[in-house]
């Protein structure tokens, strides 16, 4: 498969009024900042352009949505973990991912970018924990597994799938080698077919994480 030739980047949003209206079908990428979620659009979309748009400073901050086919989206999401990032600024994105999150319909599931090297980390949980009760479907991205040997690799998908625990699908991806990125393409396929069909999605949820002093964004 050769991606996806008609993506294009259509419109960054710094408030939910900004997002564009709730129809077709979209998926969301979240992670870390620096865990390779631009990288990775780019790899299963093919196209180059994009990933420069959505790492473009300023636009990491804000939900990027990417055209796909007719009818269907990506969305690049403000990364977490960013040392340098003030009270107002988290507040900022816990305001905008609830609102995200809890404002569309058309969200199918999320794909969720994570360092191979790291692994899941307690922001990565927090997100998976807060999907499951949205009943939001999550497939995990451990990224950059070029960086890894073999055996490591199998470590890293081994403990991942532990820790993600049940109803999170697992891969090993890499945006530099290809490595799974066609079982990445074959997961957004599935959840834009057959994802989450959000009727009426619970509202009295914990709300983002990112509740906790130590988390940045990025
Ligand atoms: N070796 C390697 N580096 C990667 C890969 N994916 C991303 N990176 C690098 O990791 C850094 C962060 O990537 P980016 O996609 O911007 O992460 P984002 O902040 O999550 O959007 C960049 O320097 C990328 O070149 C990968 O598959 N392999
Ligand atoms: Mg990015």
């Not at 209206?21 to 979620?37: H, M, Q, T």
Request: charged share 20%.
């Amino acid at each position: 498969m050769a991606g996806y030739p008609q993506a294009r980047f259509l419109t960054s949003a710094n408030q939910p009024g900004q997002f564009l209206p709730d129809e077709g079908a979209e998926v969301a990428f979240v992670g870390r900042s620096n865990a390779g979620k631009s990288s990775a659009i780019n790899a299963i979309t093919h196209r180059r352009q994009l990933a420069r748009i959505s790492r473009t400073p300023g636009r990491t901050q804000l939900v990027n949505f990417f055209h796909l086919v007719e009818g269907v989206r990506l969305v690049d999401l403000p990364g977490y973990g960013f040392a340098k990032v003030t009270v107002a600024m988290q507040a900022h994105w816990r305001q905008l991912l609830e609102a995200y999150f809890q404002s569309r319909r058309c969200l199918r599931g999320l794909f969720l970018a994570v360092d191979s090297r790291r692994g899941l980390g307690p922001m990565d949980l927090q997100m998976i924990e807060w999907c499951a009760s949205l009943g939001l479907p999550v497939h995990v991205l451990l990224t950059k597994a070029d960086k890894l040997r073999r055996a490591e690799m199998a470590a890293a998908l081994r403990t991942a799938v532990a820790a993600a625990g049940e109803g999170v699908t697992v891969q090993l991806f890499s945006a530099t080698s290809g490595e799974g990125l066609e079982a990445a393409r074959a997961r957004l396929q599935t959840l834009l077919h057959d994802g989450a069909e959000k009727k009426s999605r619970v509202r009295s949820t914990g709300g983002a994480p990112g509740t906790n002093a130590a988390t940045g964004l990025g």
